[in-house]
């Protein structure tokens, strides 16, 4: 039916072309992302390669999804079905439960966990403080929609203010942490011995404004090439 009525709409009037045309005029981008021909996809196969190699261990690595929604990258991981977990509470992975609840019974570590669940400061947080408790050593955490460009995109677009998580990750204690400029912004953790995550009550009531003015500046932003550097490092 909506089909149907669309139809009848002038094309000027439709909300796909409103969002295409009027909204680059309204929202202003306040940084542009590399053109690097790599989406998190492409990023976290390469990522997985690499942590394969690294330890000759053959493709032998566990990896968790939190957010696989209809398993757009979850698929395109390529290891064996029981080497790969993916939570979500409505669709995608293989564990049909929110990631609060996953860790609550998990008592598996994973090489790399990659986090795209519930897209809020808080839940992200968590999300991020019990994936750094299930973490194998040398194991890296990746984390999407850390680099929202404007306004738009951090309210109603998904990437909400999981920037405020980078923020707290960048002077955290004995975590390594750069943000690739790709693909909305993939985030690398490489948590060191006896890390601690510094929580930063001040960023609850923060605004997209204060990302850019307070916090962009201090952010590890790098390319593909240097994250896949950073990735290598020991
Ligand atoms: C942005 S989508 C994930 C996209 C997918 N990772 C990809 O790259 O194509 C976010 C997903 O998180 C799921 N989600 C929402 N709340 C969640 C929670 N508390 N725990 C785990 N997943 C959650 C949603 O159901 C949705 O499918």
């Known amino acids: 039916m909506k089909k149907f009525i669309k139809l009848f709409i002038p094309p000027i009037l439709l909300p796909s072309f409103?969002?295409?045309?009027?909204?680059?005029?309204?929202?202003?981008?306040?940084?542009?992302?590399?053109?690097?021909?790599?989406?998190?996809?492409?990023?976290?196969?390469?990522?997985?390669i690499k942590l394969s190699s690294k330890n000759n261990r053959?493709?032998?690595?566990?990896?968790?999804?939190?957010?696989?929604?209809?398993?757009?990258?979850?698929?395109?991981?390529?290891?064996?079905?029981?080497?790969?977990?993916?939570?979500?509470?409505?669709?995608?992975?293989?564990?049909?439960?929110?990631?609060?609840?996953?860790?609550?019974n998990n008592n598996t570590k994973f090489d790399l966990i990659f986090i795209d669940g519930l897209h809020t400061y808080e839940q992200c947080q968590k999300d991020v403080i019990n994936s750094l408790n299930f973490l194998n050593e040398g194991g890296i955490i990746l984390l999407h929609d850390m680099l929202p460009q404007?306004?738009?995109?951090?309210k109603n677009h998904r990437s909400g203010d999981v920037w405020k998580v980078a923020v707290e990750l960048q002077l955290s204690?004995?975590?390594?942490?750069?943000?690739?400029?790709?693909?909305?912004?993939?985030?690398?953790?490489?948590?060191?011995?006896?890390?601690?995550?510094?929580?930063?009550?001040?960023?609850?009531?923060?605004?997209?404004?204060?990302?850019?003015?307070?916090?962009f500046k201090d952010l590890q932003i790098v390319s593909c090439e240097e994250a896949f550097k950073f990735i290598d490092k020991d």
């Open 18 to 48: 409103i969002k295409k045309f009027y909204h680059p005029l309204i929202y202003k981008n306040k940084f542009n992302y590399d053109n690097s021909l790599y989406n998190r996809g492409a990023f976290i196969n390469r990522s997985i």
């Open 58 to 104: 053959n493709f032998n690595l566990k990896y968790l999804e939190i957010g696989c929604e209809y398993n757009q990258i979850f698929n395109t991981i390529p290891l064996e079905k029981g080497m790969k977990i993916g939570v979500d509470p409505e669709r995608g992975g293989t564990h049909r439960q929110t990631s609060d609840d996953f860790f609550k």
């Open 150 to 154: 404007n306004s738009y995109e951090e």
């Open 173 to 215: 204690k004995n975590i390594e942490f750069k943000i690739a400029n790709v693909d909305c912004g993939v985030g690398i953790i490489k948590p060191q011995p006896n890390h601690k995550y510094f929580k930063n009550d001040k960023l609850l009531h923060s605004k997209y404004n204060d990302f850019i003015s307070d916090y």
